[in-house]
């Protein structure tokens, strides 16, 4: 497998992982910010949410859907490192990729 076959193999399992939806909701326990991030539909599974940022509130629901959405894109990006390293067999052979490379 050449590295550019391997590469579009790589971004084509990352684009196809099933993280969920960038989403927000409004639960937070401080008036002034009422809005959490959440990932809708978590791994696939319908009606199931994550909080990427337990810790975090925010005053408007596109600030909340804007952490959301950043922690998918970093996800996304370490899982193409991952995918990448050479060491990280079991991990490309979860994902239908070539073993070794």
Not at 72 to 91: C, G, Q, Y
């Amino acid at each position: 497998m050449t590295q550019e076959t391997l590469d579009a193999a790589i971004a084509a399992a990352v684009a196809a992982y099933p993280i969920g939806i960038p989403g927000a909701v409004k639960c937070g326990q401080w008036a002034d910010r009422p809005y959490i991030a959440v990932l809708k539909d978590f791994h696939g599974c319908s009606g199931r949410t994550h909080i990427p940022n337990a810790r975090s509130a925010f005053a408007t629901a596109e600030e909340a859907t804007a952490s959301a959405a950043h922690y998918v894109r970093d996800f996304r990006e370490s899982l193409a490192r991952r995918l990448a390293e050479p060491r990280m067999r079991a991990l490309r052979a979860q994902h239908g990729l070539p073993r070794d490379i």
